[in-house]
T-cell receptor
Framework: GENVEQHPSTLSVQEGDSAVIKCTYSDSASNYFPWYKQELGKGPQLIID?????GEKKDQRIAVTLNKTAKHFSLHITETQPEDSAVYFCAAVWGNMLTFGGGTRLMVKP | DGGITQSPKYLFRKEGQNVTLSCEQN?????MYWYRQDPGQGLRLIYY???????QKGDIAEGYSVSREKKESFPLTVTSAQKNPTAFYLCASSIRGGNTGELFFGEGSRLTVL
């Protein structure tokens, strides 16, 4: 089955700096890559996604890039704010099922 | 408001007891899912259902059971056969199965086995 590796597991940045979270996947047939944000005590929420026919997608301060050849995709958050502090999960679709990465705890220091 | 409701939020259980976690959605979604969340291991799929009266095992179904008698409801039973049941359990739904669309999650149920 699909295997998704996510790095780093924790990330601490200063408010206003950028944050980058990287994921690699194993199945070259995967074609959909969502990112979820989980705030403390809540369920994850979709923040951005990308399909395999696109190399980059941006939504205000967040962007996702996909490199199908290398089988990795990344989440970029610019101008980080304290409310960006959360756990972020990447995921990849294999065989119509989502496989999640292990998560990254992002801490934005004011 | 439309959404997914999980209950209870916190649950304590003695070893050897079965416990059922509730999940209700009013989004009119066809598909529903149960995930288990452990620190550093992401979200692992326990069971999923793409339509009423049908469900399939996920990656870690051993020791768990589900039912899907109504579109709105997908309860999860953690049985005494589950060797390490202490975890955070998340229920989710999507408009249809196939997992190529957005998953909507509940706020989770934290189970602790004493």
């Amino acid at each position: 089955g699909e295997n998704v590796e996510q790095h780093p597991s924790t990330l601490s940045v200063q408010e206003g700096d950028s944050a980058v979270i990287k994921c690699t996947y194993s199945d070259s047939a995967s074609n959909y890559f969502p990112w979820y944000k989980q705030e403390l005590g809540k369920g994850p929420q979709l923040i951005i996604d990308i399909r395999s026919n696109v190399g980059e997608k941006k939504d205000q301060r967040i962007a996702v890039t996909l490199n199908k050849t290398a089988k990795h995709f990344s989440l970029h958050i610019t101008e980080t704010q304290p409310e960006d502090s959360a756990v972020y999960f990447c995921a990849a679709v294999w065989g119509n099922m989502l496989t999640f990465g292990g998560g990254t705890r992002l801490m934005v220091k004011p | 408001d439309g959404g997914i409701t999980q209950s209870p939020k916190y649950l304590f259980r003695k070893e050897g007891q079965n416990v059922t976690l509730s999940c209700e959605q009013n989004l009119n979604h066809d598909a529903m899912y149960w995930y288990r969340q452990d620190p550093g291991q992401g979200l692992r799929l326990i069971y999923y259902s793409q339509i009423v009266n049908d469900f399939q095992k996920g990656d870690i179904a051993e020791g768990y059971s589900v039912s899907r008698e109504k579109k709105e409801s997908f309860p999860l039973t953690v049985t005494s056969a589950q060797k390490n049941p202490t975890a955070f359990y998340l229920c989710a739904s999507s408009i249809r199965g196939g997992n190529t669309g957005e998953l909507f999650f509940g706020e989770g149920s934290r189970l602790t086995v004493l």
